[in-house]
């Protein structure tokens, strides 16, 4: 089956430390993104990409970092400048001007 | 810049009841539309979408929406709600190219046996 996936489901950050959320897709799609839910808030995009070896910030990209070594994947890491990471993180991807497919997200949480 | 607006946080309607999502978007020219659904602690998934042509959009599970360029509005509609639906309801708006999609703030449908 295609997808996109996204793993740990669920994880934890100790002060200080960089965590990285894993996000692979088999759809062939040129671009991916991660986005940041928060609660009673909207979907906010952190970085995407749109092709292997480039990526774009978003409008909250501080404290986050991607790389995009290969076209199925697009890690991204919560580094410890990020001083509210507590959140949802969703991964998605598309192809160019078509609609976005979504994993099925990562929850981070500080301990 | 573009932006959207869902001005029901939380909507609570009786199963078999019709359900209307509110939807205005900020935008200079006519973007692409979405809705997207989202059950507890999982990802989105797409209900229907605009980019141009009718008017009124044909989505899955039942559900429709109708864009309104005069009122900068992309409703979501169902004639008859089901427990099932139950979840958040999330419009979006984004040029032709994804890149820059802004999402509503979300609506949390409740549905009342």
């Known amino acids: 089956d295609g997808g996109i996936t996204q793993s740990p489901k669920y994880l934890f950050r100790k002060e200080g430390q960089n965590v990285t959320l894993s996000c692979e897709q088999n759809?062939?799609?040129?671009?991916m993104y991660w986005y940041r839910q928060d609660p009673g808030q909207g979907l906010r995009l952190i970085y995407y990409?749109?092709?292997?070896?480039?990526?774009q910030k978003g409008d909250i990209a501080e404290g986050y970092s991607v790389s995009r070594e290969k076209k199925e994947s697009f890690p991204l890491t919560v580094t410890s400048a990020q001083k509210n990471p507590t959140a949802f993180y969703l991964c998605a991807s598309s192809m160019a001007g078509e609609k976005l497919f979504f994993g099925s997200g990562t929850q981070l949480s500080v301990l | 810049a573009q932006s959207v607006t869902q001005p029901d946080i939380h909507i609570t309607v009786s199963e078999g009841a019709s359900l209307e999502l509110r939807c205005n978007y900020s935008?200079?020219?006519?973007?692409?539309l979405f809705w997207y659904v989202q059950s507890p602690g999982q990802g989105l998934q797409l209900l229907l979408k605009y980019f141009s042509g009718d008017t009124l959009v044909q989505g899955i599970k039942g559900f429709e929406a109708e864009f309104k360029r005069s009122q900068s509005s992309f409703n979501l509609r169902k004639p008859s709600v089901h427990w099932s639906d139950a979840a958040e309801y999330f419009c979006a708006v984004a040029p032709n190219n994804n890149n820059d999609m802004r999402f509503g703030a979300g609506t949390r449908l409740t549905v009342k046996p």
């Open positions: 990409s749109q092709i292997v070896n480039d990526f």
């Open positions: 759809l062939n799609h040129d671009a």
């Open positions: 935008y200079g020219a006519t973007p692409y």
